[in-house]
C-alpha cells in the first residue's frame, strides 16, 4: 500500500513540475505582452500631455493627474472647492466620465458650468462641483461618491453615459485606459478571469443586438439594477439626493425624432424608478436640434457618438437648470 502510495506520489512530480513550469512561463510571457501593449501606447501618445496615472483604489484603476490637462488638485477638471460649504450655498456634485468633465470642450463651457451659471442668474447661490474623470464606467464612479458627501453637497447629479455599464478593462470604452494601467497580482489568473468572463459574456450574448451601446445595456441590464440600487440605497443613507441624468448619444446618422437608442433611455428611467432612484432624461435638451450642429470637430472618419461641443453643452446645461426648477416647484 506504502509503495503504492509512493510511486503515485513520484509519478505526480513531473506532472507537477510541468504546470509550475508552465504557470511560470505563462506568467512571464503575459508581463512581456503587457509592456509591449503599454510601450504601443506610449509611442502612440507620445505628443499628448499625461492626464492619467495609476491609481492606489484597485476600484479606480487609474484617475486624473493633478495640476495636469486643466485638472485641479484632486485630479478633476474643474476649479478648486472648499470642503467647507459656504453659508446659503446650493451646493451641487456631478459625478461622471469624460461628457461631464467636458472633453473637447473650454473648461467654463461644459454642462457643469452652464449649469452653474443659469441657476445664479436665476435667483439661487449655487455652486457646482464636477468629480469626473476620462473612460470611467458606473463602478469605477462609485468610489467618488465618498469624495461628493465630503463636500455636504444638496443635490448629487450621477451623470450616465450609454457606455458605463462597460467593464474597465474586458470592454475597453475607455480608449485603452484601463488595459494600459490594469495592474493583476497575477497575469495567468487574470488571462483565465478574463477567458471565462467573455466566454460566459457572449454566450449571454446570444439574443442582444449588435449595436455596441445596445449590446452594453443588454449585457450589463442586471448589472445595472442593481448598480442603481447601491446608488440610491447610498444617497439614502447619507441622507443626500441622487439623481440619475441619462446623457444622449450623438448619432451617426439620423437626428432625435428617431433616436435609435430612445428604447434605452426608457429602460433606464423604470430601472431607476424601480430602485427608487429619481431621474433626469436629458435626451429632450437636443430635440429639434440638427445632430451636426451639436458635434465636436471630425477627426478623420471616426464620429465621436459621445462627446457634444459647446453648444449641446449648452443645451444640456439650460436643460438641466429647468428641471431642477421644476422639480423645486413641485416640492410642497
Request: charged content about 25%; overall charge neutral; some cysteine.
Amino acid at each position: 500500500m506504502r509503495a503504492r502510495v509512493r510511486h503515485a506520489l513520484l509519478a505526480l512530480i513531473p506532472v507537477t513540475l510541468v504546470a509550475v513550469v508552465g504557470a511560470i512561463g505563462g506568467e512571464l510571457w503575459l508581463r512581456a505582452q503587457h509592456r509591449e501593449l503599454r510601450a504601443t501606447l506610449d509611442a502612440r501618445f507620445k505628443d499628448r500631455e499625461r492626464c492619467t496615472r495609476a491609481s492606489a483604489d484597485p476600484r479606480l484603476v487609474y484617475e486624473g493627474v493633478p495640476g495636469k490637462c486643466d485638472q485641479n488638485s484632486n485630479g478633476f477638471r474643474d476649479g478648486e472647492h472648499a470642503l467647507a460649504k459656504p453659508p446659503g450655498t446650493f451646493r451641487i456634485v456631478v459625478i461622471g466620465d469624460s461628457v461631464a468633465a467636458g472633453q473637447g470642450v473650454r473648461p467654463d463651457e461644459t454642462f457643469a458650468r452652464v449649469l452653474e451659471r443659469v441657476l445664479r442668474v436665476r435667483g439661487k447661490d449655487a455652486e457646482v462641483i464636477v468629480l469626473a474623470v476620462t473612460g470611467y464606467s458606473t463602478v469605477q464612479q462609485f468610489p467618488l461618491l465618498d469624495r461628493a458627501y465630503a463636500y455636504g453637497p444638496d443635490l448629487v447629479l450621477w451623470a450616465y453615459t450609454l457606455n458605463d455599464p462597460a467593464d474597465p478593462v474586458l470592454d475597453n470604452a475607455n480608449g485603452e485606459l484601463g488595459a494600459y494601467f490594469h495592474a493583476p497580482g497575477s497575469y495567468v489568473l487574470d488571462w483565465l478571469h478574463t477567458r471565462f468572463a467573455r466566454a460566459t459574456l457572449n454566450l449571454k450574448g446570444r439574443d442582444c443586438p449588435q449595436e455596441w451601446h445596445a449590446r452594453m445595456h443588454c449585457l450589463h441590464r442586471e448589472d445595472i439594477a442593481r448598480n442603481f440600487a447601491t446608488i440610491a440605497a447610498s444617497g439614502k443613507a447619507r441622507g443626500t439626493p441622487i439623481a440619475l441624468v441619462v446623457l444622449p448619444l450623438l448619432p451617426e446618422r439620423g437626428g432625435y425624432d428617431a433616436y435609435a437608442w430612445r428604447a434605452i433611455h426608457d429602460d433606464l428611467r423604470a430601472l431607476a424608478a424601480a430602485q427608487g432612484l429619481a431621474v433626469i432624461d436629458a435626451l429632450p435638451a437636443f430635440a429639434g436640434a440638427d445632430v451636426a450642429d451639436l458635434r465636436l470637430p471630425g477627426d478623420g472618419a471616426w464620429v465621436d457618438p459621445w462627446h457634444p461641443n459647446a453648444r449641446g453643452h449648452a443645451l444640456l446645461g439650460s436643460y438641466l437648470a429647468r428641471q431642477l426648477g421644476d422639480r423645486e416647484a413641485r416640492q410642497p
